[in-house]
């Protein structure tokens, strides 16, 4: 038979049960820089969308989509995948878009329904990218303002009783509950916090808010990469696989 699981669950030192994880959840919502709680026990499957952006398939950002694959199948989850570099994805919104912007009818182009098919579909998402000027690659970016559309990703509240996020916009994303960001980084931790790490800001302040309204981010970064060894890079990989197998 079946035991049933204890109330209170111990990882890292912290006694985790439903006060501590609403608690923990909360602040991480304030700030991607307080760690969200650890997957509960007995948690079902995940449904994973990996987007990632890196035009070396040898490159150590490559490796790093490479382990959230072998991680999510580690786990047992599901996953979809986009990486962008490799369909040749179009980032630059389009004179036509831009003028069918609020346009709800408005017909998608392949690759942005393609998108809003799999960010509907997911239950968590997770963004691979090297962080270049202290930013995202270009790609992404584009990835990220041609696919959270208004009618797709979120909409305009026209009554004062509407339910918005954060930013005041109406989230459509909702079943979308956890996001994670994994980066690299040429500069040393306190030097991209200093340079406000546009990147992961933007992921865990802006476009949060267009997914569920509890929505935790996990980011890992790993710092002064053009100095790190083959054992620091091994272990980083390694990190990535069990926290999207057992831990996001």
């Not at 760690?35 to 035009?55: F, M, S, T």
């Not at 986009?82 to 389009?94: D, I």
Request: charged share 20%; net charge neutral.
């Amino acid at each position: 038979s079946a035991h049933p699981r204890p109330l209170i669950t111990m990882a890292g030192g912290v006694f985790w049960n439903p006060v501590t994880r609403y608690i923990v959840t909360r602040l991480n919502g304030l700030t991607s820089y307080v760690p969200p709680p650890p997957k509960e026990d007995g948690a079902a499957p995940r449904r994973i969308l990996l987007v990632d952006a890196h035009p070396c398939e040898e490159s150590f950002s490559a490796a790093i989509a490479n382990a959230v694959v072998a991680g999510a199948k580690q786990g047992g989850h599901e996953l979809r995948r986009h990486s962008l570099y490799a369909e040749n994805y179009q980032p630059c919104l389009t004179a036509a878009e831009r003028r069918a912007h609020h346009d709800r009818a408005k017909t998608h182009a392949p690759d942005v329904a393609r998108a809003l098919e799999d960010l509907t579909w997911a239950d968590s998402v997770v963004f691979v990218y090297p962080t270049w000027w202290f930013n995202m690659p270009a790609i992404l970016k584009g990835y990220l303002d041609r696919s959270l559309c208004l009618g797709g990703a979120f909409d305009i509240p026209t009554t004062k009783d509407d339910i918005t996020a954060m930013n005041g916009l109406i989230p459509l994303l909702t079943n979308v509950k956890r996001v994670a960001a994994i980066s690299t980084f040429g500069a040393p931790r306190h030097i991209a916090f200093l340079a406000g790490d546009n990147g992961r800001n933007t992921i865990a302040t802006a476009v949060r808010p267009v997914f569920h309204p509890h929505c935790t981010c996990l980011f890992l970064g790993l710092y002064r990469m053009e100095e790190s060894t083959q054992p620091q890079r091994e272990a980083f990989l390694d990190g990535v696989r069990e926290a999207i197998a057992n831990e996001f």
